[in-house]
């Protein structure tokens, strides 16, 4: 594999988040600071009156965002850095799990909001600008936790991460131009999750090349240690799935548990459980591991934290930034 280029950019003060728009890096909980990757910091005065956002997604222009609590009830949407208008979420066991909100840009430039605004199992597709409900729809919703929201960059499809009581981890793709057609689909999750349901699994899932699905798992293991106990996230399984059918099309054992992943080309993922880790998609070996940076203990919409890193993901030019303090770390492949 070529080496991987690494960047590292000092900047004035700490960030608090990272998102990619085009070549540059913008920290929207912190009003919309803006850097390129050439060093050049443009502070933004905006403050969101609400030291408790600790997360953020956007466009990838960067005209649309969302700055929310993770493990909380709040957030606010933002449209050319100006509040537009507040969203909540269910409190019911908010303070552990990820807030689910997406922003889906569609092929037509229409940006819709996803998230669950009144109940914790059901999802809404709204127009990020008016606010105009587009998912209405009678009956109940099924017992499911929403959680981590992921649109495809085609802004035609979502991947759900979430769970369901006694905690198990699911995962769902959700076909927007169907439910925009007929939003009961939203509620049509019998026999469509991703994967084998287990109990001891943490399940993180992606958008793949040609809009495959990855799919890892991992499981919890302890064994006894002295007088207390040992724990610990066993790899499982790291898998290709069909995007339409949801067949598995290859599957191994990788050699690390991954968490958060982000395709790279054809032939490899990256994984960011702890360490950025490249492993390879048919083997599962770990290609290269970057032990120096952080990227959080994230693995499955369960897991406990008092916080995670910044971190931002562009695959389509195979890159990844981290945020380290006063300094933010920009990593490029290229071909693997």
């Known amino acids: 594999m ?24 913008v920290d929207w909980l912190s009003g919309g600071g803006r850097l390129t990757l050439d060093g050049t910091f443009t502070h933004s005065y ?54 689910p909100v997406a922003l889906a840009r569609r092929p037509g430039g229409r940006v819709l909001l996803v998230h669950c605004p009144q109940d914790y199992n059901r999802l809404e597709i709204e127009d990020f600008f008016t606010g105009e409900r587009l998912s209405d729809r009678p009956g109940p919703s099924p017992d499911i936790f929403h959680s981590r929201l992921m649109p495809a960059p085609d802004g035609r499809s979502l991947l759900a991460e ?42 993180n899932v992606a958008f793949g090349a040609d809009g495959e699905i990855l799919l890892n ?48 080309g054809h032939t490899h993922v990256l994984g960011f459980y702890q360490h950025p880790t490249l492993v390879e998609l048919s083997t599962g070996r770990v290609v290269h591991r970057w032990t120096d940076l952080d990227t959080g203990p994230r693995l499955g919409c369960l897991s406990q934290f008092k916080s995670l890193p910044p971190l931002a993901l562009d695959p389509k ?20």
């Open 46 to 99: 905006r403050d969101w009156c609400y030291d408790r956002f600790d997360a953020a997604v956007a466009t990838p222009d960067g005209r649309c965002a969302v700055v929310y609590e993770r493990r909380g009830t709040k957030g606010l949407l933002i449209h050319a850095q100006r509040p537009l208008r507040e969203i909540n979420r269910s409190y019911c066991h908010a303070d552990q799990f990820d807030y």
């Open 162 to 203: 979430s769970w369901a009581w006694h905690p198990m981890d699911t995962a769902y793709r959700i076909d927007l131009d169907a439910a925009l057609a007929d939003p009961s689909l939203l509620d049509a999750t019998e026999g469509r999750e991703l994967g084998q349901p287990r109990f001891t699994d943490a399940k």
């Open 2 to 25: 070529k080496v991987p280029q690494e960047v590292r950019i000092p900047v004035p003060s700490e960030v608090r988040s990272l998102c990619w728009e085009g070549d540059a890096l």
């Open 217 to 264: 798992t991992a499981a919890s293991r302890s064994e006894q240690e002295g007088s207390g106990y040992r724990w610990w996230m066993e790899p499982e399984s790291l898998a290709r799935l069909s995007a339409t059918t949801g067949e598995v099309l290859h599957q191994v054992r990788p050699a690390v548990a991954l968490g958060r992943m982000m395709p790279v």
């Open 317 to 336: 030019h195979r890159r990844f930034a981290v945020g380290t303090g006063r300094e933010i770390v920009v990593v490029t492949l290229g071909d693997v």
